[in-house]
Structures are given as structure tokens and as C-alpha cells.
């Protein structure tokens, strides 16, 4: 269900430019209630979003369901909706957080990632959109393709929403 919601946030610019505006596209919004009766209150509420991108975001779940196993091409689309959607929700507040963040995830990946085992090894074991897979062997097997490099998506998203602070910043 998230990497629908993702998806369909991440395609909603694209389908909004092919689907003309006589098409019937209504909006639709989800409202959280908290506590019963009279104390019921809404404390907020998600963005209104389109039905149609949603719809278009259960082809590669049904696609991910009708085959034998988690491919890589499905992997990869669900991989770059949530970091797409990571840097596009999260911000930074100034240079300096962003740097001790930039500090830190270098750290991390110097001791987990390359200095132990431990990471590649949950990462291979772990069939969820938590990585980009590339295939190494796609010349030799085609789509098929067995073999594979993993870049981590906090390894997109922790640079990227640095990016956007230094863009937001240009632009101010």
C-alpha cells in the first residue's frame, strides 16, 4: 500500500500532463479522527490526492504478484518513489545540520557498510524496496539478470534532502 501511495504522489505531475482536463479527475482526501463522541477531534489530514495515479501505481504491485519472485525493475521503481518522496517530505533547518548528517552517514557507512558484513548481508536478505539493485549480469541474462550491485536509498535520500536545502537556498 506505501509503495502505491508512493507511486502515485511520484506520477501524479506526469499523469496530470497526459490525461487532458476534460478527463473526470476528482479529488479525494483522507481525514484522521482522533478520540469518540464528543471529543472527537481531527488533528489533520493528508493532501487531497488523485484517484487516477493511484490507480496506475497497482500495475507494478500486480505485476510484483503475478511473477515468481521480487524483480529488480519493480524493486527499483518502488526504490525511487520512496526517495523521491523522502526528499520531497523532509527538510532540513540550516548548512550545518546537514553537514553533521552528511558527517554522520559517512561515518556509518565506513564502519557498517564497508568496515563489517553486516549491512550487505541484511540488504541481500531483505526482498523489500529498501535499495536500487543494478544488474551486473543484464548483457549475459537480459531481465533475468541474477547477479547484482545495491546502492542503499539513505545513501539517495540523506545527500538528496541536503540538495534540496542548498537549492532552497539559491532560490531564496
Known amino acids: 500500500v506505501l509503495g502505491v501511495l ?18 473526470p479527475n476528482k479529488q479525494y482526501q483522507l481525514l484522521f479522527t482522533q478520540g469518540s463522541g464528543e471529543s472527537k477531534e481531527e ?48 527538510h532540513l533547518n540550516n548548512v550545518s545540520t546537514g553537514c553533521i548528517l552528511l558527517g554522520g552517514l559517512f561515518v556509518y557507512d565506513v564502519f557498517w557498510v564497508f568496515g563489517t558484513n553486516v549491512m550487505v548481508t541484511v540488504a541481500k536478505s531483505f526482498e523489500a524496496p529498501i535499495k536500487l ?31 534540496a536545502l542548498l537549492l532552497r537556498f539559491d532560490v531564496r
Open 6 to 23: 508512493a507511486l502515485s504522489h511520484t506520477m501524479s505531475p506526469l499523469m496530470s500532463r497526459i490525461f487532458p482536463a476534460s478527463f
Open 43 to 90: 488533528p489533520g489530514s493528508d493532501r487531497g490526492g488523485s484517484l487516477v495515479p493511484a490507480q496506475k501505481g497497482w500495475l507494478p504491485v500486480t505485476w510484483l504478484q503475478l511473477s515468481y519472485h521480487w524483480h529488480w525493475i519493480a524493486n527499483n521503481l518502488f526504490g525511487l518513489a520512496f526517495a523521491l518522496n523522502g526528499v520531497e517530505l523532509l
Open 133 to 163: 539493485v543494478f544488474p551486473q549480469d543484464l548483457l549475459e541474462k537480459g531481465l533475468n539478470a541474477s547477479n547484482f550491485a545495491m546502492l542503499g536509498l539513505g545513501d539517495i535520500v540523506i545527500p538528496g534532502i541536503f540538495i
